[in-house]
């Protein structure tokens, strides 16, 4: 009987025992174990697997759980590495996730911290047995179970805890941090960043800088936004992007593990179609396949293809930014949906409260988010220039939905349909109307200041790509000068007409009405 694919496991344990299919990620634990720093911190794409490594990490290293958790590995690669089996079941652990830490007030979200701790300290209740904790340290740790406790406490909790494991086992702490950075961007989706990086900075801070009681700590999220100043002060941190070879095979799918994925589950001939949909990442000059979207299509085969990734999570800030973006901004969404590339300075240090305040910030973010990828990186004077492009299908489907929903938001379907087809059957004065309507109605959604009409030009382009590639190529001179035309409608059918189209700017908007 073949083995089961869990979607959206990220319990270790329970996915071993329960005899689902596990790509085997082993060697994490000791690429972690010879890795010099004692803090990592390696963002990821979300859904790329970030939870379920840090579980097994949690599982290899707890002492609490030893010999009932060995017989976890027994079979998979870690167990052929004899001096890190060692190391198996021999450290106090302590794992905790801000995944689900979205809130839509800064008040809600300090309530969710503090239900957060009490949970975490309830893991580790055993300790209040402990001769080795004296009344205070048990009074102090009660406190937090039962949510009776200040922000300064609060903020203090994680490395209060791990002073506790310490005294109790007299042994240093494995910490497992997991997606630090959801609150970061809830909060500042949400508008309340600023009260909200105080109190994370400073939980975070009190955890691993200069805490005695860690012996190694993993640290996962989207990004680093290392001058939130989360981390300031740690020099013993090492962050390693996508952009860093450190750990460039541990999340996500290689091309190695999915052919024998396929080959399991009998999916070899639909390899083309999988790599077209859901390959495309390259960290750090490894090939890797979107785990979630492959495993979902792998489960229901027989629905077909279609783009699970994207469909996992609303997007909200990715949406937030695209559509503010500058004429600069659409105009390389242009390039990008005719499936070529872009050259981009790119910062994989970015801060979320300025992600919107440059395009290079606004790529970045792209980037490291999983909704672009590298075909090149040059670093020059210390500093990466990439050669970006969209990544796959189902990532392009994206971006074509994104698109269609500016247009829902300005123009009814009905009439930008209508408009289009006027276009392209010839029956010009027709359209011409309704294109007088569609500027008028989208200089204040595209152009906020009405100053700027290009950008309105730019998203007529942008939705022509998108509404006509079916049926035509589209044309679009980016480029500035006498004598070239705007936009050019190649049909794929010869027997249909061809369109060139001249955009002129006027000094007076009201001559439009």
Same mark, same amino acid.
């Given at each position: 009987?073949?083995?089961?694919?869990?979607?959206?496991?990220?319990?270790?344990?329970?996915?071993?025992?329960?005899?689902?299919?596990?790509?085997?990620?082993?060697?994490?634990?000791?690429?972690?174990?010879?890795?010099?720093?004692?803090?990592?911190?390696?963002?990821?794409?979300?859904?790329?697997?970030?939870?379920?490594?840090?579980?097994?990490?949690?599982?290899?290293?707890?002492?609490?759980?030893?010999?009932?958790?060995?017989?976890?590995?027994?079979?998979?690669? *870690?167990?052929?590495?004899?001096?890190?089996?060692?190391? =198996?079941?021999?450290?106090?652990?302590?794992?905790?996730?801000?995944?689900?830490?979205?809130?839509?007030?800064?008040?809600?979200?300090?309530?969710?911290?503090?239900?957060?701790?009490?949970?975490?300290?309830?893991?580790?209740?055993?300790?209040?047995?402990?001769?080795? @904790?004296?009344? *205070?340290?048990?009074?102090?740790?009660?406190?937090?179970?039962?949510? +009776?406790?200040?922000?300064?406490?609060?903020?203090?909790?994680?490395?209060? @805890?791990?002073?506790?494991?310490? +005294?109790?086992?007299?042994? +240093?702490?494995?910490?497992?941090?997991?997606?630090?950075?959801?609150?970061?961007?809830?909060?500042?989706?949400?508008? %309340?960043?600023?009260?909200?990086?105080?109190?994370?900075?400073?939980?975070?801070? #009190?955890?691993?800088?200069?805490? =005695? &009681?860690?012996?190694?700590?993993?640290?996962?999220?989207?990004?680093?936004?290392?001058?939130?100043?989360?981390?300031?002060?740690?020099?013993?941190?090492?962050?390693?992007?996508?952009?860093?070879?450190?750990?460039?095979?541990?999340?996500?799918?290689?091309?190695?593990?999915?052919?024998?994925?396929?080959? %399991?589950?009998?999916?070899?001939?639909?390899?083309?179609?999988?790599?077209?949909?859901?390959?495309?990442?390259?960290?750090?000059?490894?090939?890797? &396949?979107?785990?979630?979207?492959?495993?979902?299509?792998?489960?229901?085969?027989?629905?077909?293809?279609?783009?699970?990734?994207?469909?996992?999570?609303?997007?909200?800030?990715?949406?937030?930014?695209?559509?503010?973006?500058?004429?600069?901004?659409?105009?390389?969404?242009?390039?990008?949906?005719?499936?070529?590339? *872009?050259?981009?300075?790119?910062?994989?240090?970015?801060?979320?409260?300025?992600?919107?305040?440059?395009?290079?910030?606004?790529?970045?973010? @792209? @980037?490291? #988010?999983? %909704?672009?990828?590298?075909?090149?990186?040059?670093?020059?004077?210390?500093?990466?220039?990439?050669?970006?492009?969209?990544?796959?299908?189902?990532?392009?489907?994206?971006?074509?939905?994104?698109?269609?929903?500016?247009? =829902?938001?300005?123009?009814?379907?009905?009439?930008?349909?209508?408009?289009?087809?006027?276009?392209?059957?010839?029956?010009?004065?027709?359209?011409?109307?309704?294109?007088? =309507?569609?500027?008028?109605?989208?200089?204040? %959604?595209?152009?906020?200041?009405?100053?700027?009409?290009?950008?309105?030009?730019?998203?007529?382009?942008?939705?022509?790509?998108?509404?006509?590639?079916?049926?035509?190529?589209?044309?679009?001179?980016?480029?500035?000068?006498?004598?070239?035309?705007?936009?050019?409608?190649?049909?794929?059918?010869?027997? +249909?007409?061809?369109?060139?189209?001249?955009?002129?700017?006027?000094?007076?908007?009201?001559?439009?009405?």
């Amino acid at each position: 009987m073949l083995k089961r694919i869990q979607i959206g496991a990220s319990d270790f344990k329970d996915l071993i025992e329960g005899n689902n299919y596990f790509v085997d990620k082993t060697l994490l634990i000791k690429e972690f174990i010879e890795n010099g720093a004692k803090i990592i911190l390696t963002p990821r794409p979300r859904r790329f697997g970030k939870t379920l490594n840090l579980s097994m990490l949690r599982y290899f290293f707890d002492i609490r759980t030893k010999e009932e958790t060995r017989p976890l590995f027994k079979g998979l690669k *870690i167990e052929n590495e004899k001096a890190i089996m060692t190391l =198996q079941g021999e450290y106090p652990v302590v794992f905790i996730t801000f995944k689900n830490e979205k809130y839509l007030t800064y008040e809600d979200f300090k309530d969710g911290i503090t239900f957060l701790m009490s949970t975490l300290y309830k893991e580790h209740d055993y300790l209040l047995e402990s001769d080795k @904790l004296s009344s *205070i340290d048990k009074k102090d740790f009660t406190d937090i179970v039962e949510k +009776k406790v200040s922000i300064a406490s609060l903020c203090n909790g994680i490395s209060t @805890l791990m002073e506790c494991m310490y +005294k109790h086992y007299g042994k +240093k702490v494995m910490l497992f941090i997991d997606e630090y950075d959801v609150p970061i961007q809830e909060g500042y989706l949400r508008g %309340y960043y600023n009260e909200m990086i105080v109190l994370i900075r400073n939980l975070l801070t #009190s955890a691993l800088k200069d805490n =005695q &009681y860690v012996e190694k700590s993993l640290i996962t999220g989207i990004l680093r936004v290392a001058k939130e100043s989360i981390f300031s002060g740690l020099n013993n941190l090492e962050v390693n992007t996508i952009l860093r070879y450190s750990f460039n095979d541990k999340f996500g799918f290689t091309e190695t593990e999915i052919d024998e994925l396929s080959k %399991y589950y009998n999916a070899e001939e639909n390899m083309s179609s999988i790599k077209k949909w859901y390959n495309g990442y390259i960290f750090s000059g490894e090939i890797i &396949y979107n785990p979630w979207s492959v495993l979902n299509y792998i489960k229901s085969m027989n629905e077909g293809f279609m783009p699970y990734w994207i469909n996992s999570s609303s997007n909200d800030l990715i949406k937030k930014i695209l559509i503010k973006g500058d004429i600069e901004i659409k105009q390389d969404l242009e390039t990008l949906i005719e499936g070529k590339t *872009i050259y981009k300075r790119i910062d994989d240090t970015i801060v979320m409260a300025e992600v919107e305040d440059s395009n290079e910030n606004i790529w970045s973010f @792209l @980037l490291m #988010s999983g %909704y672009l990828k590298t075909v090149k990186t040059d670093l020059i004077e210390g500093i990466f220039n990439c050669e970006l492009k969209i990544p796959n299908k189902e990532v392009l489907i994206f971006y074509k939905r994104l698109i269609e929903k500016w247009f =829902q938001d300005t123009m009814t379907n009905q009439k930008y349909e209508l408009m289009l087809n006027m276009l392209t059957s010839g029956e010009i004065e027709i359209f011409a109307g309704l294109f007088q =309507q569609f500027v008028i109605s989208n200089l204040s %959604y595209f152009d906020v200041s009405g100053t700027e009409p290009e950008r309105v030009y730019h998203a007529f382009v942008l939705g022509m790509l998108i509404s006509l590639s079916e049926k035509y190529e589209v044309k679009s001179n980016k480029e500035s000068g006498y004598g070239r035309y705007d936009v050019m409608l190649i049909p794929k059918d010869n027997s +249909k007409i061809g369109i060139v189209l001249e955009f002129k700017k006027i000094d007076d908007f009201k001559k439009l009405l």
